[in-house]
């Protein structure tokens, strides 16, 4: 085993924590028992040092070893869009999940629409990432770039528009 393979293995490793996590807690959002999925914000909360925050850490640094010690460069279209979502990933938590949450932590009906929302917005950039990994679109793949900017806007805006609903609006969770 190289050290590239090493790299790729906990690459892929940290993914699948980060990814399978949020999956999880994304889908619980929908869960019928109204108890559960008031659980979900703190459980989330306990969640981000321990393993979301390590895992994303954990994706980022082997993604750069593996840039380093492969064939590699920063300046594939793939590379690029992994560290945009990466980036985009930290300002969803550090800058407005987290704002959001101290924000409207005395309206958590309302919180927990948004947070859910949010969460479906975060899991589409992560997704979109794993899709960026496994197919290394480049400048020339515009299906994919347009696929990937539609999904990304859709996802956007029904943030905002839980964001701006009311708490028991018409906007489904």
Same mark, same amino acid.
């Given at each position: 085993m190289t050290r590239y393979d090493l790299f790729l293995f906990l690459h892929i490793l940290s993914?699948?924590?980060?990814? &399978? @996590?949020?999956?999880?807690?994304? $889908? +619980?959002?929908?869960?019928?028992d109204r108890e559960l999925r008031q659980?979900?914000?703190? %459980?989330?909360?306990w969640l981000?040092?321990?393993?979301?925050?390590?895992?994303?850490? &954990? @994706?980022?640094?082997?993604?750069? $070893? +593996?840039?380093?010690?492969?064939?590699?460069?920063?300046?594939?279209?793939?590379?690029? %869009?992994g560290l945009a979502a990466f980036a985009l990933s930290?300002?969803?938590?550090?800058?407005?999940?987290?704002?959001?949450?101290?924000? +409207?932590a005395r309206q958590p009906q309302r919180l927990d629409g948004v947070l859910s929302a949010l969460s479906r917005f975060e899991l589409a950039v992560l997704y979109l990432a794993v899709a960026d990994m496994a197919l290394k679109p480049d400048g020339s793949d515009t299906v994919f770039i347009?696929?990937?900017?539609?999904?990304?806007?859709v996802t956007a805006g029904l943030v905002v528009r839980r964001f701006r609903s009311p708490v028991g609006g018409t906007t489904s969770a």
């Open positions: 993914v699948i924590l980060w990814v &399978g @996590a949020g999956t999880t807690l994304g $889908l +619980l959002w929908f869960h019928p659980r979900i914000s703190p %459980l989330g909360e981000g040092p321990r393993l979301f925050a390590p895992a994303a850490l &954990g @994706a980022l640094v082997f993604g750069l $070893l +593996l840039v380093h010690e492969g064939h590699w460069t920063f300046h594939p279209l793939f590379v690029q %869009l930290f300002v969803i938590n550090a800058g407005v999940r987290a704002p959001l949450s101290r924000k +409207l347009v696929v990937a900017a539609m999904i990304l806007v």
